[in-house]
């Protein structure tokens, strides 16, 4: 069996390169990738080889290669190591933290079996869903409350879903570039501004009754963190989804965040309990679990959610075109194509 692998070679650089089938471990699941997304913020700072990225990094500033990213698929089970109960092979999974590959051996907590009536397709994104819910939840989100999304790549989409179905009113997005803005409110969103402008806050304000009381920052940008605070409500709290990598931030802390009681919230889906759910923490696999159940039920739709569907032999001319920065689409690979 081939086991075809995209992997970033050297910075800038994708190659498709095959490697042996893993042999089947005890406690682990082997499954045929059958769809993987592209997760855009994180592989294009581990593609153009960013020494913050926090990872394969050699002593703190060279960015070592090669990497393997791609850890959100769906798939059918191929086989299944001594111990594991919750799936057998012929099942339709998702599964987190993987990579794109054609086969992935994997834990058998990070595998989730696809409900009835849930797609290849639909599955591929539980495990990227999960940052924003774990966000939301850590910001205590209550329905009927004001939620302002930061930026909308892939993550501020969900966040925008997610939100819309757990009551927020209204959900507004931010975010610069206007095609994106139009998407926002093809995909739901009550209102979009561009965070640029001077009137930005004050457009926030009035839409919601003196600022946003929940806002999901996914930037990771110093002055879009300073513009979001600006918009946001007296107590009101801030999830920091948005991965900054670098620490140049400067924040009017005292007046922004201390003066007017605004919480701060480390929202890094690694930041929560590997065991164990609790209020407002819950683990990634019951977030991924829950995500799974909303598509089962109709609580959520992702249709017209992945722009572009690629075969795997085009993945190097379609990390070209994400390592040349700007705007980037919603990605899946068909490893069946």
């Not at 998407?183 to 402008?197: I, N, Q, V, W």
């Amino acid at each position: 069996m081939k086991n075809l692998n995209i992997v970033f070679t050297s910075p800038n650089v994708a190659e498709v390169i095959e490697k042996p089938v893993p042999a089947i471990e005890p406690g682990k699941v082997l499954i045929r990738t059958r769809r993987s997304c592209i997760s855009s913020g994180t592989e294009r700072a581990n593609l153009i080889g960013d020494p913050m990225i926090g990872t394969n990094v050699k002593d703190g500033a060279e960015a070592v290669f090669p990497r393997h990213l791609g850890y959100s698929l769906s798939g059918v089970v191929e086989a299944v190591g001594d111990g594991v109960k919750s799936v057998k092979p012929g099942d339709r999974v998702a599964a987190s933290w993987t990579k794109h590959s054609t086969f992935n051996l994997m834990p058998e907590c990070g595998v989730y079996l696809l409900p009835d009536g849930v797609s290849f397709e639909e599955g591929a994104w539980t495990h990227i869903s999960t940052f924003p819910m774990a966000a939301l939840r850590k910001c205590r989100f209550e329905f009927g409350e004001s939620v302002l999304v930061m930026g909308f790549g892939v993550l501020g989409q969900f966040a925008l879903l997610l939100a819309r179905a757990a009551g927020a009113a209204p959900v507004i997005v931010a975010d610069p570039v206007a095609a994106k803005r139009e998407r926002a409110l093809a995909l739901g969103a009550d209102l979009a501004f561009d965070p640029s402008t001077p009137d930005f806050a004050d457009k926030v304000k009035a839409a919601t009754d003196g600022g946003a009381r929940v806002v999901v920052e996914v930037t990771g940008v110093d002055k879009a963190l300073d513009t979001a605070l600006d918009a946001t409500a007296r107590f009101g709290r801030v999830a920091l989804l948005g991965c900054t990598r670098h620490s140049t931030f400067a924040i009017d802390y005292y007046r922004k965040v201390h003066g007017r009681g605004v919480t701060l919230v480390g929202a890094h889906t690694m930041a929560r309990p590997r065991s164990d759910s609790f209020a407002g923490w819950w683990t990634e696999r019951d977030d991924a679990l829950a995500f799974l159940r909303m598509l089962s039920l109709g609580r959520l739709s992702l249709a017209g959610f992945t722009e572009e569907v690629h075969a795997v032999a085009e993945g190097p001319e379609v990390y070209k075109r994400l390592a040349a920065g700007g705007p980037f689409p919603n990605v899946q690979f068909d490893w069946e194509a």
